[in-house]
């Protein structure tokens, strides 16, 4: 068979390399499965995905569900959780599904979040195309900008969690103190490049949190009042904190495409009973099982983080802000991962011309991305309150709005299916999006107002 040769740019975690790719000289898309045509420098197993699947699935944002339900009830909150986090992984799935549609279209390995939505909208409905030129662009900055916020807000938690313990038995600091102490040990494991060494690190965070949780499920079903005493809905009012908190919590979608496209076998992933949905099971029943039983517990005293809630000076407690600690320090890789991938593999590698360089440059500018994080925490403590006005934005425009308009733009030349059905629900998931991003914003900037009038 005649066939044509076409080099194609790959971005694997750590350089940016060419491989080549067979092309059919009839220009067939049915005959090309871009999975057998990816070059992926160190790819992780399906245990090593599933362990980082969950790690940056679970992060700081399940110790706010107990305080998320006591602006739902118990009912509306159990009901809206399931929901958010079913309408999350179907967008996910969605979104995976086109990116692999278009490899097939383009016949290329892989092509990122932000290729695909250029891509995306270059085939759409022609009133969509002006905006292609922007995609890539609009997508990377908002994914890079998002996780290195996250980022930001990490040092904040992981320095706080070791105020507490030193406060309590040492002496009494600053926190600005505690942010300084930690920036060697986030240098540290903010220079491992790829995420197959991080995976054993993911593996022994899910033990931690699975420990932790432990031991504040011990504390909360200690003596729990009755249920009467709480509220199963409320003012509906209260929604959009509710909305904004969950969606922050479960949506984690760089994170998860980018451990997608270092798998050894990414067919695996979205497979019914692949990795994504197992995963994203385990996250739900755990983000329901803790809202529902901490508001029982604490109602409406359940504040931002449970393990506030928790006795402060007994040792069970302390263990448990040493876990989260840890845990949280091994998120700071996997979120910043996304930053420094985006950043370093797609715009600043190229203009490194020495390949021997290329490892010293790429630790340089880890280096000052951690060293801009703590910047930012010691710069404003209060970081999050901002970090949930950019979510609440961030969020539901590249989990819910894109994911739904890249379908749109996809099935375009193909038909959206029987009664438009695609169609109908991709407008609805627009439509769901906008509404809780507008609505999310108003109540950050309100948070905001109330945390520094």
């Known amino acids: 068979m005649n066939t044509d040769i076409k080099t194609v740019a790959v971005y694997p975690p750590t350089a940016l390399e ?46 706010a569900m107990p305080s998320a339900f006591a602006h739902a009830g118990y009912v509306n909150g159990t009901i809206l959780t399931l929901i958010i986090g079913l309408l999350a992984l179907y967008c996910l799935h969605i979104l995976i599904s086109c990116m692999y549609i278009l490899c097939k279209r383009q016949k290329v390995p892989y092509v990122s979040f932000s290729e695909a939505m250029n891509l995306g909208l270059k085939q759409g409905p022609p009133w969509l195309r002006c905006l292609a030129p922007v995609a890539i662009p609009f997508v990377d900055g908002f994914l890079a900008f998002y996780h290195f916020g996250i980022c930001c807000v990490y040092v904040v938690f992981i320095a706080e969690s070791i105020k507490q313990l030193v406060d309590e038995y040492l002496v009494v600091w600053d926190v600005r103190i505690h942010m300084c102490i930690i920036i060697v040990p986030l240098l540290l494991i903010y220079s491992i490049k790829n995420l197959k060494l991080l995976a054993p690190f993911s593996s022994a965070a899910n033990l931690l949190l699975l420990v932790g949780f432990g031991i504040i499920l011990y504390y909360i079903f200690e003596d ?30 760089g994170v998860i495409l980018a451990i997608e496209e270092n798998m050894a076998t990414p067919r695996a992933f979205v497979r019914p009973c692949g990795i994504m949905n197992a995963g994203m099971s385990i996250v739900l029943s755990l983000y329901i099982l803790l809202g529902f039983f901490g508001y029982w517990k604490y109602g409406e005293e359940a504040k931002g983080s449970i393990t506030l809630n928790i006795p402060q000076s007994e040792i069970p407690a302390q263990v448990v802000k040493i876990f989260f600690a840890i845990t949280t320090w091994i998120s700071y890789a996997l979120q910043g991962y996304v930053t420094a991938h985006i950043l370093w593999d797609k715009y600043l590698v190229k203009h490194i011309k020495d390949p021997k360089k290329h490892t010293m440059f790429e630790l340089l500018f880890r280096a000052i991305i951690v060293m801009l994080t703590f910047a930012c925490a010691i710069a404003i403590p209060d970081l999050s309150v901002f970090l949930s006005l950019v979510g609440s934005f961030c969020l539901s425009i590249l989990g819910l709005i894109f994911p739904a308009l890249l379908q749109i733009c996809v099935q375009y030349t193909e038909g959206y ?24 914003t108003y109540v950050s900037i309100l948070d905001i107002i109330e945390v520094y009038s």
């Not at 000289?25 to 995905?49: C, E, I």
């Not at 729990?224 to 909305?243: G, Y």
């Not at 299916?417 to 627009?430: A, M, V």
Request: include cysteine; glycine fraction near 8%; proline fraction near 7%.
């Open 224 to 253: 729990l009042p009755p249920l009467s005493e709480r509220n199963a809905f409320v003012a509906f009012t209260e929604l959009p904190t509710f909305f904004g908190t969950v969606l922050f919590a479960l949506e984690a979608v």
């Open 417 to 440: 299916g029987p009664l438009r059905i695609k169609l109908i629900i991709n407008i609805l998931l627009l439509c769901f999006g906008v509404f809780g991003g507008v609505v999310g």
């Open 18 to 63: 060419l491989t080549t790719v067979t092309k059919p000289a009839n220009g067939s898309n049915d005959d090309y499965d871009p999975h057998q045509h990816r070059n992926v420098r160190n790819p992780t197993t399906n245990w090593q995905t599933f362990a980082h699947f969950l790690k940056a699935s679970v992060g700081t944002g399940v110790l």
